[in-house]
């Protein structure tokens, strides 16, 4: 994958409470002109999507209010979210941990800290043209 294959310009959700992995992520994503939307707990992932709807969300799992995992339910029981990928991101990263945000709808998942070139490649993978 090179640079220039990356998508551009994307209205992409970021669920996040931690003030340090949210502004790696924004500063990652900043630099590709992504309009950013950011939610601080699950409800506010839930209500920023709906008002927003983002185009792709990456959702930590673990959050105030309601976690990533019922956030990401509740999205995916909405007919207008069936196709929008969510990714969790999480520090848990053992298998049982990965096939419960799978199970909850996730696409799929990527391990804190957040490395560049995974996260890149998974929105690729996510959203295409």
Do not use: W, Y
């Amino acid at each position: 994958m090179t640079e220039s294959s990356l998508p551009t310009g994307r209205r992409i959700l970021i669920a996040e409470d931690n003030d340090v992995n949210l502004e790696l992520i924004c500063d990652m994503l900043s630099i590709h002109g992504h309009e950013l939307i950011i939610a601080r707990n699950g409800q506010e992932a839930v209500d920023m999507a709906r008002s927003h709807m983002p185009e792709l969300i990456l959702m930590d799992m673990r959050m105030p209010v309601i976690d990533g995992m019922e956030a990401t339910r509740q999205l995916k029981n909405m007919p207008e979210f069936a196709d929008i990928p969510i990714i969790a991101l999480t520090a848990s990263a053992d298998q049982s941990s990965i096939e419960r945000q799978i199970g909850a709808d996730c696409v799929e998942h990527l391990g804190k800290p957040i490395q560049t070139k995974e996260l890149f490649a998974a929105i690729a993978r996510n959203l295409k043209g």
